[in-house]
């Protein structure tokens, strides 16, 4: 490169703007711990990649719930829930950020209550490619095994059956009754349905919910493509 007085320049190497090539960062943390004790040394790089991990762990988290809310958005929920579960953002990312979230586990998820839409609403925007859900059950005849908030709420450290694939709803229950975890209900079940594309994977049961009676488990499935909410035995371990 030629200068003004047709001096040769040598160019320097070009490097993100902004940012400390490696001996740059060593020279200024070397600087910097030059007059450190240093028993305190090895504690203030754990706790500042401890940060560096937690802000980071934040805001994917955030990401998260704000790709949640979209599809929400794109499935025509109505704005008054959109904006109702928007308002949980802080406090469903920071507990989300406190705990420890199984390998392959949705951090949290919202949930839409049957009470807001009902099951024929919920089911409607669960999608496979161009088809809508449809449900085969009387949803009055639903009921949960234990209670669940009455408004809008969030689960967390979600398992989407996955790791229970091939196995009973009788036998899923000991399971997670020994791993001190919740079954989901069928409006949890629903919502996990319209928000991933679990059911490209494998159908999913409602263990934590009941249909007209303690032998009848309601299911999320595809039937011909479709994704249907219907029933089937508690004793059942065949579903796909």
């Known amino acids: 490169m030629l200068g003004f007085d ?53 805001n994917d988290l955030e990401k998260l719930f704000d790709a949640q809310i979209a599809t929400l958005k794109n499935r025509g929920v109505p704005e008054q829930i959109v904006e109702a579960l928007q308002s949980q953002k802080n406090a469903a990312v920071q507990k989300a950020s406190d705990m420890t979230i199984g390998e392959g586990n949705i951090p949290f998820l919202p949930v839409i209550k049957p009470a807001y839409l009902g099951y024929y609403g919920l089911m409607a925007m669960v999608r496979n490619g161009s088809k809508e859900g449809y449900t085969y059950l009387k949803p009055a005849a639903v009921t949960d095994q234990f209670e669940t908030p009455d408004d809008l709420y969030y689960i967390y450290d979600v398992e989407d059956g996955n790791a229970t694939r091939g196995k009973s709803p009788q036998d899923v ?36 919910s009941r249909y007209e009676s303690a032998d009848k488990v309601p299911i999320v499935f595809l039937d011909w493509g479709e994704p249907g909410l219907g029933w089937d035995w508690a004793s059942y371990s065949g579903a796909g």
């Not at 320049?9 to 240093?38: H, N, S, W």
């Not at 997670?176 to 079940?189: D, F, G, H, I, Y």
Request: overall charge positive; some cysteine.
């Open 173 to 208: 229950e000991k399971i997670l009754k020994q791993q001190k975890r919740s079954p989901l209900t069928a409006a949890e079940v629903v919502n996990l349905c319209i928000l991933t594309d679990v059911l490209s994977k494998h159908y999913v049961w409602a263990t934590g």
């Open 6 to 58: 047709n001096e040769i320049i040598p160019e320097k190497e070009e490097r993100p703007m902004g940012k400390l090539c490696k001996d740059q960062l060593v020279g200024k943390l070397a600087a910097l711990f030059k007059e450190t004790d240093q028993s305190h040394i090895d504690d203030a790089v754990t706790q500042a990649k401890g940060q560096l991990t937690t802000e980071a762990k934040r």
